[in-house]
């Protein structure tokens, strides 16, 4: 089974503090994303990876940073956290191969700015 | 128009009954299909993949249509345990495999 796991559950950060979220997976998956999933909102992509070092922009980047230094690892940066980024942060992973993979999720990160 | 639509519901059924949801895609560039389950403040997580032949997986059916744009989920025999939200998902694996979720349809299903 692949095995998603973000570091926090549960996150209270103040305004303008930067903020990391940190997202490791064991399943040596290429493709790797950030969502943040609001009420009436659904999920919406921040930012992707299809490789380490590699990084493109998802439907709402502004304000988020990433970094994939390691094939494992996929961290999103709030670079000035703001009440408005308050949210639940999920993490996903994709494998290799072409269509029908679905992804896997970590558990979420509920991050509160106040 | 967004990218993947349906309808939030609620749905309230009860147990023991067939409900089923439908959604709609625009990007024809989609090539494939999930639908997951997310319970509340939970992750999502896979339900099944849809085929365009359409497939089964015990009480639950999925139906592709590609010329129409919509997937569709059929739930039989509804148990108390299937209340949830369903996301409908589309896949662009053309390119970057990127995918677009549905903002999901609320099921409750009562005693």
């Known amino acids: 089974d692949v095995k998603v796991t973000q570091s926090s559950r549960y996150l209270v950060k103040r305004t303008g503090e930067k903020v990391f979220l940190e997202c490791v997976q064991d399943m040596d998956h290429e493709n790797m994303f950030w969502y943040r999933q609001d009420p009436g909102l659904g999920l919406r992509l921040i930012y992707f990876s299809y490789d380490v070092k590699m990084k493109e922009k998802g439907d709402i980047p502004e304000g988020y940073s990433v970094s994939r230094e390691k094939k494992e690892r996929f961290s999103l940066i709030l670079e000035s956290a703001s009440t408005n980024q308050t949210s639940m942060y999920l993490c996903?992973?994709?494998?290799?191969?072409?269509?029908?993979?679905?992804?896997?999720f970590g558990d979420g990160t509920r991050l509160s700015i106040l | 128009r967004k990218e993947v639509e349906q309808d939030p519901g609620p749905f309230n059924v009860p147990e023991g009954a067939t409900v089923a949801f439908n959604c709609t895609y625009s990007n024809s560039a989609s090539q494939s299909f999930f639908w997951y389950r997310q319970d509340c403040r939970k992750e999502p997580k896979l339900l099944m993949s849809v085929y365009s032949s359409g497939n089964e997986d015990g009480r639950f059916t999925a139906q592709l249509n590609r010329a129409s744009q919509y997937i569709s989920l059929l739930i039989r025999d509804s148990k108390l345990s299937d209340s949830a939200t369903y996301l409908c998902?589309?896949?662009?694996?053309?390119?970057?495999?990127?995918?677009?979720f549905g903002k999901g349809t609320m099921l409750l299903v009562s005693p």
């Open positions: 998902v589309a896949q662009r694996t053309s390119g970057y495999s990127t995918l677009t």
């Open positions: 996903a992973t994709l494998g290799p191969g072409s269509g029908n993979q679905p992804q896997h």
